[in-house]
């Protein structure tokens, strides 16, 4: 690890002014930033804390149904706070499907939508990659590939987004709150994370210094409460990332899809929102034909990028089997194993042995 | 640079003079206070060997910078037993054969008195398994691990019970 100047600001302008000098980097949990500085990939030369800003740590329930999430709400709080999970149980369930018990005690709610990559090229320096060195190559191309993105990639970086907890939040709308220089700005998180494209070097929206303060969810996302899983396919039952993973809500009015959120994790170097499987559902009435139908939409797009061409597939029935839970409505409690297709009661059809 | 620290560890104010920001708590406990029961496995957030409490919460201090956590409230494995008398947790673990090596075990126990006061799993085997996945156990003694901590936790759950009773009983001014 290199070293680094530690300061640890008592305001957020003061942290805002802190971090906007060049080689500077926010500290929160640090469970990915320290990681990654322990393998030279990043080599910050200033670290901000922000672990003792005030405010930033607090769950707050808005009038319009909505939640407010500060960026250091802790994994696991927001989790276990019993009001949020039962208003935005997808998300409780990504959560609880990410990392470990102790990562999700420290790591907070910023940090994971800033997480990096996993794509082992980037982690060892001693290969080309353009996101960590721009201009060096990308040894995933033609390397070990099978995990990398379907979606959205481009001839300079095939690599993917890790986050659990940003699938069902981009399927819900959210917006990221921002404070810089200038103030105060809100973005969708959806426009958040950047494509690749010949840049993959510049991963998100934030410019230098600015900080994130908080996400919010729009009360509108509560009414997906009855129907709203998030699965995940893992190489292990648990600790470990996503080789695919969907969020899927519904909003059932009598016997049909009044309406229908998809979004795709592990896909892609952002999360990924399915627009056109949503609106392949809009009006529909819910059913194996019309969920296939709506994952063939929400894949329509990929292609491999290496030896990921199973990746496709099993991301159709991914989302097929995400909404097919989604329809038989969000269970009391989060299962033993979150969002485990080996879970109990996530079987696609009773007495149906839960394979993918 | 001098920075300085000021954490409670297993009860007792520990001031330290880090030369370098780059201090782990992991490090901090091992290489500076001599705590070394909490285990350096990976050393990037992997396998849990270096699970402690932090203000009450299992966290890997192998990925918590020791600045960030000045004034801190930090538990170990020194800190479980009361003199000679093993923690419940501990002792389950001999009497259910939760390890092999030793290595991971102060992890898993860390992990296990905190997976117990968060109070997620009850007696289901399937969530407390999941509930201590953050910790590896190259040995295998993972069954023993599940029975150990269902075991422990209800000692705990009694004892909790025995001292709630105690207090009504003090506070209707029975004893
Ligand atoms: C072994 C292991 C397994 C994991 N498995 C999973 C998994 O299955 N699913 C999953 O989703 N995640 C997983 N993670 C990743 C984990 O969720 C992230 O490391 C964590 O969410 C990061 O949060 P943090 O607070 O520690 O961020 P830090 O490491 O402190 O910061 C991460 C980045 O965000 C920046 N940053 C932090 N806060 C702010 C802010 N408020 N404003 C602007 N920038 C900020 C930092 O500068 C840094 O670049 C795993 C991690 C490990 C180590
Ligand atoms: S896929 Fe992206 S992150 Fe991985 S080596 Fe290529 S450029 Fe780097
Ligand atoms: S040493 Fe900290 S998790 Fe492995
Ligand atoms: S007892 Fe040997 S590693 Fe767990």
Redesign the interface.
Known sequence: ?N????V?PATITDAVAAASEPGAAY?A???NL??LM?GGITRPTR?V?V?HLPGLDRIEHLPDGGVRIGSLVRN?DLA?DLDFARRFPAVAEALLSG?????R??ATAGGNLLQRTRCAYFYDVASACNKRHPGSGCDARGGENRLHAVLGWSEDCIATHPSDFCVPLVALDAVVEIEGRAGRRELPLESFHRLPGNTPEHESALEPGELIVALRLPGDAAGFSAHARYLKVRER???AFAVVSAAAALKLDGGTIGEARIALGGVALKPWRCRAAEEALAGAVPGAGVFRAAAEAALGDARPSGDNAFKIELARRVVTRALTLAAAGTPERVA???ASPFASGTASGSGVHPHV | ?S?SVSLTVNGTVRDVVLD???V?LLDLLRERLDLTGTKKGC???QC?AC?VLVDG????SC???A??HDGADVLTIEGLAQGDELHPVQAAFIAHDGFQCGFCTPGQIM?AV??IQ?G?TGD?P??VR??????LCRCGAYAGITEGVIAAQRILAGQNLAEQNLAELERKQVV
């Open positions: 690890m070293i680094f100047d530690f640890k500290l949990a640090g469970t320290l990681d322990k670290l804390d672990n696991a276990h990392a470990s018990p102790q990562l005690n420290a039952t648990s600790y033993a194993l979150p | 640079m920075l370098d920001p780059r782990t050393d990037r957030g849990g699970t919460r299992r966290i890997n990925l918590a910078l600045v960030s992990s905190g997976l968060e997620q289901d399937e969530r999941e509930g201590m996945s953050g910790n």
